[in-house]
Nanobody
Framework: QVQLVDTGGGLVQAGDSLRLSCAAS????????MGWFRQAPGKEREFVAAITWSGGNTEDADSVKGRFTISRDNAKNTVYLQMNSLKPEDTAVYYC??????????????????WGQGTQVTVSS
């Protein structure tokens, strides 16, 4: 069992930056590939970014490419999502997720086993 706690959301203006954090506890953090997803009202949960257990491979959704960066600190059992140049369309609840380890990132919700509670990000224009 892995417990994930998402933090760092808030209300910001377009063009601002935020850094989300996801702290893991329970089973060994390094044993999991990690990802970030988001869900806006009335929409399905969508992939944002993912990283392998070692941090060696990452992938970003086209909608955030060049603006968001996923990283992890295995010593701190934490994964981060640095979000720059935020846009109103980035407004959503953001969730981190943990899935089986591997050298290929996981980009689908079905691939993940554990989920954080979510943190709200609101970007005003």
């Amino acid at each position: 069992q892995v417990q994930l706690v998402d933090t760092g959301g808030g209300l910001v203006q377009a063009g601002d930056s935020l850094r989300l954090s996801c702290a893991a506890s329970g089973r060994t953090f390094i044993n999991y590939n990690m990802g970030w997803f988001r869900q806006a009202p009335g929409k399905e949960r969508e992939f944002v970014a993912a990283i392998t257990w070692s941090g060696g491979n990452t992938e970003d959704a086209d909608s955030v490419k060049g603006r968001f960066t996923i990283s992890r600190d295995n010593a701190k059992n934490t994964v981060y999502l640095q979000m720059n140049s935020l846009k109103p369309e980035d407004t959503a609840v953001y969730y981190c997720a943990a899935g089986p380890p591997g050298n290929r990132v996981i980009v689908t919700t079905r691939g993940y086993v554990y989920w954080g509670q979510g943190t709200q990000v609101t970007v005003s224009s």
